[in-house]
Nanobody, 122 residues
Framework: VKLVESGGGSVQAGGSLKLSCTAS????????MGWFRQAPGKEREGLAT???????LYADSVKDRFTISRQNSDNTLYLQMNSLTPEDTAVYYC?????????????????WGQGTQVTVSS
């Protein structure tokens, strides 16, 4: 599966961004698409996943600010991010064919995009 993220950029604290991810290839049923992020010097962190049925899973750190959505017709994934803080600064990655019941990063599982940089300034 090839994944291409877009929509990253620089924003001031309190602002919003919407990330997109287009997927081409085989997306397996009963698997999830999702968003992770990795800040410099930190491990990759799971943010949210979504099944093709619309069932979602969020990390506590973002569940009241971020919204994941998915357009099954063309396998496009979105992440609406509101009330951004400098702590949200990271490279954001899209994944497909991932677990649906966990947000821990498992290397070698799923397909991954190249990432898009999000920078939030205070």
């Amino acid at each position: 599966v090839k994944l291409v993220e877009s929509g990253g950029g620089s924003v001031q604290a309190g602002g919003s961004l919407k990330l997109s991810c287009t997927a081409s290839g085989d997306i397996y049923t009963n698997s999830c698409m999702g968003w992770f992020r990795q800040a410099p010097g930190k491990e990759r962190e799971g943010l949210a996943t979504i099944k093709d049925t619309g069932t979602t899973l969020y990390a506590d750190s973002v569940k009241d600010r971020f919204t994941i959505s998915r357009q099954n017709s063309d396998n496009t994934l979105y992440l609406q991010m509101n009330s951004l803080t400098p702590e949200d600064t990271a490279v954001y990655y899209c994944t497909a064919n991932y677990f649906c019941d966990r947000l821990t990063y498992s290397k070698g599982v799923g397909s991954w995009g190249q990432g898009t940089q999000v920078t939030v300034s205070s």
